[in-house]
């Protein structure tokens, strides 16, 4: 008898930018967000979907939001591998300066006829797995959750008018095993999610939000504590996200077992940054080799997060 294949996903560097490749048990393939624009990104994600995930394909790209960091890679991916559908939030509501606007008519352009904008409450048609969409458009999932004690002391910042705050966030579920993207979520939504009940639970695994709470304008500790996550997966660049004050919101998760990053954080010490072990990418400078973080999970809830710079992984049991 054949075992079971298991789920995979794999963090590829953008070098600040978004690009997450998920392969279900049956083979089917999502990627949430194609990087920046250029070749840099796109060819780095053809070439881990090709060579690390043998697919030949992209059943869905899901583009959380139409910042340049997250669909800037569209147009050239899809001149290498196929794309089957298209997922996101809802029309861009950032289309004033001509860059912006280019990026959105290349988008639609390439979507036309495989487009769907999901809301919250809707489901990604992933074989094998269940994705959950928890927020879309402005809008969070409201129903359901505990009281969070957590939200006495929590604080709304200045409101987000633009893309980031209309991220679609999804939670997968792959039996005890759950992952949380958010996108680039801000605060204001977040602590939505979070008080005062906690409407998504706990979670197995969390890509810290907006590639490590980016400048403090996401993660509040009212969520991010409540999720509980035993791994957290920080999507940063060189230079972008996961400041010091994320790096010690995260390390004060309760139950925490790891943090990895794909990327040393340069304006952090060593004490707040990570193990060098579970960095993906670990000089000391704004140059990288493009190595990813991969995680592969068992139907019986064990998974090992592995670091492709160095081979080294470990492996853990979902609570």
């Known amino acids: 008898m054949w075992a079971q294949k298991p ?19 049956t083979g089917e393939s999502l990627l ?30 899901v583009t959380t939001h139409f910042h340049s960091d997250h669909v800037g890679g569209v147009s050239m991916l899809a001149k290498l591998i196929p794309i089957g559908r298209f997922i996101d939030h809802g029309d861009s509501m950032e289309t004033e300066s001509p860059g912006d606007a280019k990026l959105w008519e290349t988008y639609k352009a390439l979507a036309a006829g495989k487009r769907a904008s999901l809301k919250v409450g809707d489901t990604i048609p992933l074989s094998g797995v269940k994705i959950d969409v928890v927020t879309s458009n402005g809008n969070v999932l409201s129903k359901g959750g505990e009281a969070n004690p957590l939200c006495a002391s929590a604080a709304k910042k200045d409101v987000d008018p633009g893309e980031n705050a209309r991220s679609l966030g999804f939670k997968l579920t792959y039996g005890k095993f759950t992952f ?14 979070a008080c005062p009940q906690n409407h998504l639970g706990r979670v197995t695994m969390f890509q810290a939000t907006h590639h490590g709470f980016y400048g403090d304008r996401s993660g509040p500790p009212a969520l991010v504590w409540a999720l509980r996550p035993q791994v957290v997966i920080v999507n940063n660049g060189p230079q972008k996200g996961l400041g010091s004050n994320a790096h010690e919101t995260i390390a004060k998760i309760p139950g925490l077992e790891d943090a990895w990053q794909v990327h ?24 990288c080799k493009g190595n990813f973080l991969k995680a592969s999970i068992a139907a019986d809830g064990k998974f090992t997060v592995t670091n492709s710079r160095n081979g080294y992984s470990k492996t853990y049991t979902a609570r």
């Open 32 to 61: 949430a967000d194609t990087g920046n624009a250029g070749e840099r990104d796109a060819y780095r994600i053809f070439e881990v979907a090709s060579t690390q995930a043998h697919i030949k394909r992209i059943d869905i790209l």
């Open 180 to 193: 949380l993207d958010l996108g680039d979520l801000t605060w204001n939504k977040e602590l939505e999610l």
């Open 7 to 25: 789920l995979d996903i794999y963090w590829i560097d953008t070098e600040g930018g978004a690009a997450t490749l998920i392969v279900s048990p």
């Open 264 to 287: 040393t954080s340069l304006a952090n010490d060593a004490a707040h940054n990570t193990a060098p072990d579970k960095i993906a990418n670990a000089e000391a400078t704004d140059q």
